[in-house]
Structure formats: C-alpha cells, structure tokens
C-alpha cells in the first residue's frame, strides 16, 4: 500500500489514541441532539414544517465550553436576529434576485465585522443567506417565526450543553501535557542514536521537523489549559485545578518549551556539523556528550527524577575535562560549548517537569454551604 493510502490510517489510528479526540466526539453527539431536539420543538410547538434555524442555531451553541456556550450564545442570538432581519429588509422591500442575495451578504458581512460580534460575525451573513435561498426571505407574516425558531435552537442548543454531561477539559488539558515530555525523551534519545552511528544533514532536518511538531503540541497544550479553566465555570461538575505535584500545567508547559528551544539549537548545530562537513570531533568529547544524550533523553522518558541531579553533574564534569586538557585552544570548542550549554539547559529545565510527574487531576472541589 502506497503512504497515500495509509495516511487516513495512521490518522485514524493516532486520533483514536487522543483523548482530545473523544472530548471532540462527545461534543459532536450533543450538538447532533440539540439539533433534533430542537427541530422537534420547533416543527411541534411552532407547527413549522421548515424550521429550520432551530437545528442550525442548536449546532451553532454547542461550544467547547458551557461558559461560552451561554456567552457566545448572547451574541449568537443577536447574529441571528440581524440576519434574519436583514434578509426579510432585502426579499420583502427588494425582492429576491441574484442582485439581492449579493448585496445582502455583503452588507451582512460588513455588519458582522464588528467587534461585538466577535466570532459570530459570519453568523449574520450565513443566516441571511440561508433564509433568502430557502424562498422564505420575501414572506414578512413568517418573520416571528423565523425568530422563535432561531430562539428555541438557542435555548435548547445551551440547555444540552449545561446539562447533559457539560464539558470539562482538565483531564484533556493533562494528558495532552504528559505525552509532550515523553516524545521529548524519545527524540533525544533517538538523535544520540543517530549521531552516534554518523548522522546527516538529513537526519538532523528531521529531528527539527520533529521539534516543530512537539513545538506545536505544547501550543495545542496551552489551548487546553486555558480551555480547563473556561470549562470549570457554570459547569455543575464542579471545579478541579489541574496540577503535577502542586505544580500548575502553566509552569510545566514554560519549562517544555525552554527544553523544545535548546533543543532546536542543539539540532541546528548537529545539522552544521553533520557527517561530510569538515568539523571532526575529538573522540573525549563526543562519545561522553553522545552517552549523555542519550541518558537525559532516557531520564526524561522514564520521568527518572533521581537521575537529572547526576546528570547535570557529568555535564559539569565534562566541561570541566576539556577546560582542564586546554581544550579551549581546539577548533570545535565553540561547537561543543553551545552542545554542552544546550543540553545543560534541557535537563535542568525537564528536571522540574519530572518532578510533578504525574498529571494529578483532583476529584470536584465543591464550595461548602453555610
């Protein structure tokens, strides 16, 4: 089978194994019921056979969050109300034409470039267009309709979102900050491997397309933490600080992404001095520095909190050795300064992250009455 074809695979397979993934799922389900219930009450109450706002407006409130379900809903429901409006102003007064579906939009885009819109700005345009091209937009005696149907989508859309097992990341947000370090580990240990067999140009470019893709990770992490902490608010399951040993996710993530930094520099000096360029290490530093590598990488994998103190004090006794063999007078010392600095940096900085291993996500703490 050809990558092509195994790519949906592998990503099958990898999504399957975030739990990010299954928060998404849970999410789409409810916002598929909000919208038949919603279309139910809307087809029964209102005794519409094209209510069709009460499911869109439904799946539009189903956020990520119950806090911005409820804010984002506020200004949902003004998007939808103006849009609404706008298309019965352009197919009641105007009539309904190529012209007035252009001119609707565009007006109906400008509106919702305004702040106050925020991210529902698109709202606006997309209601009008939906209502214009369904043949509804020239009937104004329909215009309460229109508006209760979006109302009822809105209601129901928040309701299920607050009631029915309301979303709180803070196990995400942990799991997603505990896989970082540990593909960290394994990419460092992989690179000892690879520069100790002679490695190329072209292994060093894929350790820092490796880095990047850690790097993003931890952007992913930070959404969630932030997200954590939206998620706690209004949410009857009550609130649960996430935290590593009574560390915050916040501090964790700082000190990974200092690891991630040092580690694209070290990668970027690797990739200089690859296999074919004129640098040759002195054989008492570059088989130390290898094993050392590969140890942090192993440490930091294993979250091997009793290895890191030894570990910095072979780094130290290593650039003492050279200084001590006037080192400093040999061509590459510049190189293996910036390496040993380098990987100084990452095991300090993952020394503190394997300390608060594991992610400890605490039961509810509820407020206490009277």
Do not use: C
């Amino acid at each position: 089978m050809t990558d092509g074809v195994l790519r949906p695979w592998r990503w099958l397979r990898e999504s399957v194994r975030d739990p990010l993934f299954y928060g998404d799922l849970t999410q789409t389900v409810k916002a598929a019921v909000a919208a038949v219930v919603a279309w139910v009450l809307a087809t029964h109450l209102v005794g519409h056979s094209q209510a069709f706002l009460a499911p869109w407006s439904a799946v539009l409130t189903v956020h990520a969050t119950v806090y911005r379900s409820l804010s984002q809903g506020l200004r949902q429901v003004g998007a939808s109300v103006l849009g609404v409006l706008i298309a019965f102003v352009f197919g009641d007064l105007i009539g309904f034409s190529s012209v007035t579906l252009g001119l609707a939009i565009l007006v109906s885009l400008l509106i919702g470039r305004h702040p106050r819109f925020g991210d529902e700005g698109v709202t606006v345009a997309t209601t009008a267009l939906v209502v214009l091209t369904t043949g509804v937009g020239d009937d104004s005696a329909s215009l309460g309709t229109r508006l209760l149907d979006t109302a009822i989508g809105i209601v129901v859309g928040v309701l299920v979102n607050l009631l029915v097992w309301p979303p709180l990341q803070d196990r995400l947000a942990a799991r997603r900050v505990a896989s970082i370090d540990e593909r960290l580990g394994d990419l460092l240990s992989r690179m000892a491997n690879e520069v100790r067999a002679g490695h190329s140009r072209e292994q060093a470019a894929d350790w820092i397309e490796d880095v990047n893709a850690i790097d993003e990770r931890i952007d992913d992490a930070w959404g969630l933490v932030r997200q954590a902490r939206e998620s706690a608010r209004f949410n009857f399951r009550g609130r649960r600080i996430v935290r590593r040993r009574g560390r915050p996710l916040s501090d964790v993530l700082r000190r990974l992404e200092q690891a991630v930094a040092e580690t694209r520099s070290m990668a970027g000096t690797l990739e200089r001095h690859a296999k074919g360029s004129s640098a040759v290490w002195a054989d008492t530093f570059a088989a130390a520095w290898v094993n050392l590598l590969w140890d942090v990488g192993q440490a930091v994998s294993d979250a091997d909190t009793e290895s890191f103190e030894a570990l910095l004090w072979r780094i130290d006794d290593l650039s003492s050795d050279l200084v001590a063999e006037d080192g400093t007078r040999q061509p590459q010392w510049p190189v293996y300064g910036a390496l040993l600095v380098n990987l100084r940096n990452i095991t300090d900085s993952l020394d503190r992250v394997a300390e608060a291993h594991p992610i400890q996500v605490p039961g509810h703490v509820r407020r206490k009455v009277g």
